[in-house]
């Protein structure tokens, strides 16, 4: 990309962050060209930290050219590794250091487009452990089963022990997935991705990652079935 033109997407990217006011707690949201969502969602409020920052795009990315910094509010750096490139190079992802403390974190790319272009965006999400009161507390458990019935997750939030067998379980006649976020592209955490569970079929996955994986089934969403996993100490 031109040097030039870099600049005056910087220079862009500076000044609508200035005139929504910069050194307010919440970074304003800028979109890169061609940008569909992120996990975690731009505004979201998370009870734990994610494992990894990915951002979803409606054209091909390419690692080398692009960027990510996840920026807490002092300032500490907490991206860590490659660029990564998945989801037949739609997605893009680094991953979170661990013991990531409460408060807010401002995500900051820049995303090579296969087109030879580029684009630069930001937003910010929280962290407040707080919110993990509303979680059903299974630590210590070396499995988990989590039913899906009357168009539920059950238990819908749980924290679990790292090294935790997680499995899904469909109880009844509608068929269901276990989809990791975001909707459609379904990329943070791939593994946690099932294929249609028809009545009495089950999904496992073991989480050794500490921190939070949502998820959904796609069929019925984003109305009803959304869930959450904490893997915590
Ligand atoms: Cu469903």
């Given at each position: 990309m031109k040097k030039a033109l870099l600049t005056a997407l910087l220079c862009a990217v500076?000044?609508?962050?200035?005139l929504s006011g910069c050194g307010e707690q919440s970074a304003a949201v800028v979109k890169a060209p061609r940008f569909n969502d992120s996990t975690p969602p731009a505004g979201a409020q998370y009870a734990a930290q994610p494992i990894n920052v990915t951002l979803n795009f409606s054209v091909?990315?390419?690692a080398e050219g692009s960027s990510l910094s996840v920026?807490?509010?002092?300032?500490?750096?907490w991206a860590r590794g490659p660029v990564v490139i998945e989801d037949?190079?739609?997605?893009?992802?680094?991953?979170?250091?661990?013991?990531m403390p409460d408060g807010m974190y401002t995500v900051s790319y820049t995303a090579a487009?296969?087109?030879?272009?580029?684009?630069?965006?930001?937003f910010s999400f929280s962290i407040?452990?707080?919110?993990?009161?509303?979680?059903?507390d299974l630590r210590g458990e070396d499995a988990v089963t989590i039913s899906m019935n009357h168009l539920a997750f059950e238990p819908k939030d749980a924290?679990?022990?790292p090294g935790t067998t997680i499995t899904w379980t469909n109880q009844e006649g509608a068929p269901h997935f276990v989809n990791t976020e975001t909707h459609p592209e379904?990329?943070?955490?791939p593994p946690m991705n099932s294929t249609e569970l028809a009545q009495g079929q089950t999904f496992s996955v073991k989480l050794e990652t500490p921190g939070q994986y949502d998820y959904h089934c796609s069929l019925h969403y984003p109305q009803k079935m959304v869930g959450s996993i904490i893997v915590a100490e």
């Open positions: 500076s000044l609508a962050v200035s091909d990315v390419e920026e807490g509010s002092d300032g500490k750096e037949q190079n739609t997605a893009m992802k680094r991953e979170l250091a661990p013991g487009l296969a087109s030879g272009t580029s684009g630069d965006g930001r407040d452990t707080d919110l993990q009161s509303d979680y059903e924290i679990v022990s379904h990329t943070y955490y």
